[in-house]
């Protein structure tokens, strides 16, 4: 395209004419200063996220809490929506839910009738089933006898934990749930009366039915533990830890 300016002329030049002038407005590409380039860091891939990560600990990790309960296991109707720790939550990664451990806590899952076990990252809250402790992602169900027949009785063992198991923490209580929505609206109306500094929200579950979460003060546990017993309904009541 430079060159399509320069065409020759019909009658011959002079015995030894001047160079001709590059155009004003179209100046010669070698002669514009070529600016010195700044150095651009090496891309660095993203980290993935903790729940895509493979789970390991020391041979040696010492059990910090156990307990013995029923699992269950969930999944499509929760597919890659936000789970507790506010990563969209994925059936196929080796996590789990749990109702009061810290979040990120990593466990041991044993299943109690084959002996098979998983480790498993704590990244959601539930079950919210009065007779289950453990939610497994569809992915650790599989692993264990829990994917076939919907629930087994299990042994969890604590291998690390980012946080107090037994102090500190922030706290609610969970209520549901509730088939007929106006009960829940009711029983929500009736404690945000009584409890005029704490929170009182209701929400929908994608398994069905509405649920009541109330938020105490500062999310105190001990406060939030007099709820459960000042409250009365025949709904389930769960304390659950936030953090």
Known sequence: ????????????????????????????????????PTPVPTPVAPRASRSDTEITVPKDAKVLYTEVGFA???????????????????????TAAHRTLPLNTIVRVTDLKT???????ITDR????????IDLSRAAARKLSVYQHGTALVKIEVLETPASIKEGGRWCVQIGAFQDSDDARKLKEKLA????TAKVLQFSSPAGGDWIRVRVAED???????????????????LVRLD
């Open 126 to 133: 539930g079950p919210f089933v009065t007779d289950r402790v």
């Open 193 to 196: 009366r009584r409890y005029r």
């Open 220 to 238: 105190d546990k001990k406060r939030a533990q007099e709820v459960m017993k000042e409250t009365h309904t025949e709904a389930a009541m769960f």
């Open 1 to 36: 395209m430079f060159l399509a300016g320069c065409a020759a002329h019909h009658e011959p030049p002079p015995a030894m004419p001047p160079p001709p002038a590059a155009p004003a407005s179209t100046p010669a590409p070698h002669h514009i200063p070529t600016p010195t």
């Open 115 to 121: 002996a098979e076990s998983v480790l498993l990252r």
């Open 72 to 94: 269950s296991w969930y999944g499509p109707g929760f597919q890659k929506r936000n789970a507790a720790n506010g990563q969209p939550y994925d059936m196929n990664a080796m």
